[in-house]
């Protein structure tokens, strides 16, 4: 219940990131070929969104268990060590997510924000923008932890 309504959330949050990229982009195009007066956040918003789309995504893929695998050892397991290899492969995701995603990404919003940086053009705070790092990690932990609880592997 509360995994499908954190879908749905990601879901809607990922369509109105790509909603207002497309807008942003083709604002970008209007400016600089009709006006001949390109806009200066554009290119801006566009990096900073298209990192929003990227991270975000990964953690609903994750969730989705879309992701790519490689999977030509675990189908020549029996079923028993398939599931063991599930677990230990979900082990080291949930690892990398908390040491890399986490610890990493706060670290990062940590520092960004202590030193008080902006964006050159659009003038916010970095740790606003890198604040997704460690949200997806946490969302990453918390769909890996919950295919473990409820045997989804």
Known sequence: MI??????????????IMAVMVLNVLWQ??????????SSFTDELARYLMIWVGVLGAAYISGKNRHVAIDVLSNKLS????????ILVHTIIILFALLVLVI??????YITAVLN????????????VYA????SGLLIIYYKINDIITKKI
């Open 3 to 16: 995994r499908q309504k954190i879908d749905k959330i990601i879901a809607a949050s990922l369509s109105i």
């Open 29 to 38: 195009v209007f400016t600089r070929f009709v006006m001949s007066n390109p």
């Open 79 to 86: 079923v028993k060590k398939q599931k063991k290899l599930a």
């Open 104 to 109: 990493g990404g706060l670290r990062l919003v």
């Open 117 to 128: 940086q902006n964006s050159p053009a659009l003038q916010i705070p970095l740790a606003v």
């Open 132 to 135: 997704v790092i460690p949200l």
